[in-house]
């Protein structure tokens, strides 16, 4: 969760301001966290109240988005999205953008299993993001999560996405080379997926989906959720690194969300 929120700060600078390149600073001023974020946090908090209390996951999930929705309005929403949080009406509305698969990684985080993260993400994606492809980004990114988590090497999870989800048959520099901004699941998904896949490190990652352009907070989530749960099984200095970015997250979140991060964490650990 953690590497899906600091891939959303880093890239929210250059979300409407694309550069083209990974030399870039990490960390600079107009960097901010997102409605990326935001309804991350709110579906870490629908696992928590489903393990925790045996509550119903989807409607968890309806009611957090809903709750942190109104509590940060300004977060950058989109105006179908926004529409919803504010309706009396909870039904989905057929949506394939790609805010199913941006808020999805504690799905991946939480499974047991690739058929519970498999069916935890398609619960969480479907309350507002019933169409298909809405459905199958969420799932993509979940599936690699899990997958990373799992000790699985790069190999293996792209023969995973390509057999079940997008075929990535391009690279980075050919996607850069002509890639714009595109919100569905379909148009970043796959990219952010590659951009993980031909990473050397997390931070690494998050410069490579940074760098294509595009809908750069979304794309540097995506690829920073997967890339986190991998490098964490790859990495001596782990413990280290991932300290360093707790603290980083630590600059630009309110103490709620910090919360909420630990929390979920322990639970992860207590229930992997």
């Known amino acids: 969760m953690l590497g899906a929120i600091l891939g959303d700060i880093v890239g929210s600078k250059y979300e409407f301001d694309n550069i083209k390149t990974k030399d ?56 179908r999205f926004r529409f919803w949080l504010l309706s009396d009406n ?20 939480y499974a047991r299993s690739l058929e ?15 169409h298909p492809e809405g459905i199958k980004g969420a799932q993509a ?5 899990y997958l990373a ?20 048959e391009e690279t980075l520099d050919e996607i850069r080379s002509y890639y714009d901004f595109d919100e569905t699941c379909q148009g970043s998904v796959p990219q952010a997926i590659t ?22 907070d979304t794309i540097a989530a995506m690829a920073g959720s997967i890339a986190l749960a991998f ?21 630009f979140l309110p103490s709620d969300f910090m919360k909420t991060i630990d929390e979920f964490e322990a639970l992860c650990i207590d229930n992997n």
């Open 24 to 79: 870039f600073p990490f960390i600079s001023k107009g960097c901010t966290f997102t409605d990326d974020t935001v309804m991350t946090i709110a579906i870490a908090r629908a696992i928590m109240r489903m393990h925790n209390e045996g509550y119903d996951f989807t409607m968890a999930v309806v009611e957090e988005m809903r709750l942190l929705g109104t509590e940060y309005p300004h977060a950058g929403y989109g105006g």
């Open 90 to 109: 909870f039904e989905p509305y057929l949506s394939y953008g790609n805010g199913s698969a941006m808020r999805v990684s504690p799905c991946g985080l």
């Open 116 to 130: 519970e993260a498999l069916k935890l993400s398609k619960e969480s994606a479907e309350v507002t993001h019933n």
């Open 141 to 145: 990114v979940a599936a690699a999560i």
């Open 149 to 168: 988590k799992t000790k699985k090497p790069k190999a293996e999870i792209a023969q995973y996405i390509r057999e079940n989800f997008y075929p990535l």
């Open 195 to 216: 951009a993980f896949l031909e990473s050397e490190s997390y931070e690494d990652a998050i410069r490579n989906a940074v760098s294509i352009g595009g809908d750069s």
């Open 231 to 251: 490098y964490k099984n790859h990495s001596e200095e782990w413990q280290e690194y991932h300290w360093a970015l707790y603290e980083l997250a630590k600059i």
